[in-house]
């Protein structure tokens, strides 16, 4: 069974469109998170939330909008794409938030 | 802002050569942990170090822990081309949020 599973795994898409990935938990976890992996490989946090409340909102722009309906879902929701939005995208899940990582498999995002 | 520093950025070996990859911070750590990331999936753990001066072996692999905790180092031994792939350190502070290292990208060739 998948811990973490995220879809799409790809996402190809023209700038200036609005796209959603999803992500689900099957390991009970009260923590999820957003990571965006740059070409540089690096791994950058980008949401954090604790039993469907957010907790940690890095500098990201608003166009980014993530959604929790229960613990074990986070979704994330992009509006108005830009270039710069083109990245992996890694859903991740812990037990406490210096826990260690499950992460998904990703979603690469890019933006024509 | 804590800051994770991971080297060398990239490393390309030959098959059976031994390497080194280094986490540093001027920060103390109240644990860290090391991943391997492989290309197209997410990173997964490799091992968490708690206690300053400890060592972890994980088959050819083996990790250690500075003594003050706000360094790291991960050995291979005889490396293979199965060990290619991103490695990360991730630092937790005070119980607080992990911060991860920028990356070492390996390449084993055959």
């Known amino acids: 069974d998948t811990a973490v599973s995220q879809t799409p795994k790809y996402l190809v898409t023209q700038m200036g469109n609005d796209k959603s990935i999803k992500c689900e938990q099957n390991l009970g976890h009260d923590t999820m998170y957003w990571y965006k992996q740059d070409s540089k490989k690096f791994l950058k946090i980008m949401f954090s939330y604790n039993n469907k409340e957010l907790i940690i909102n890095e500098t990201v722009p608003n166009r980014f909008s993530p959604k929790s309906p229960d613990k074990a879902h986070l979704n994330l929701h992009i509006n108005s794409l830009e270039l710069g939005d083109s990245a992996v995208y890694f859903c991740?899940?812990?037990?406490?938030?210096?826990?260690?990582?499950?992460f998904g498999d990703g979603t690469r995002l890019s933006i024509l | 802002t804590q800051l994770l520093e991971q080297s060398p950025q990239f490393l390309s070996i030959q098959e059976g050569e031994n390497l080194t990859v280094y986490c540093n911070s001027s920060?103390?750590?109240?644990?860290l942990q090391w991943y391997r990331q492989e290309p197209g999936e997410g990173p997964v753990l490799l091992v968490t170090v708690v206690t300053g001066g400890e060592v972890k072996k994980l088959k050819r692999l083996t990790f250690q822990f500075g003594d003050a905790r706000k360094d790291s180092s991960l050995h291979i031994t005889a490396a293979q081309p199965g060990d290619t792939g991103l490695y990360l350190c991730?630092?937790?502070?005070?119980?607080?949020?992990?911060?991860f290292g920028g990356g070492t990208r390996l390449m084993v060739k055959p």
């Open positions: 991730a630092g937790a502070y005070a119980g607080n949020m992990l911060t």
């Open positions: 920060s103390v750590f109240s644990s």
């Open positions: 991740a899940s812990s037990q406490v938030s210096w826990g260690f990582r499950h």
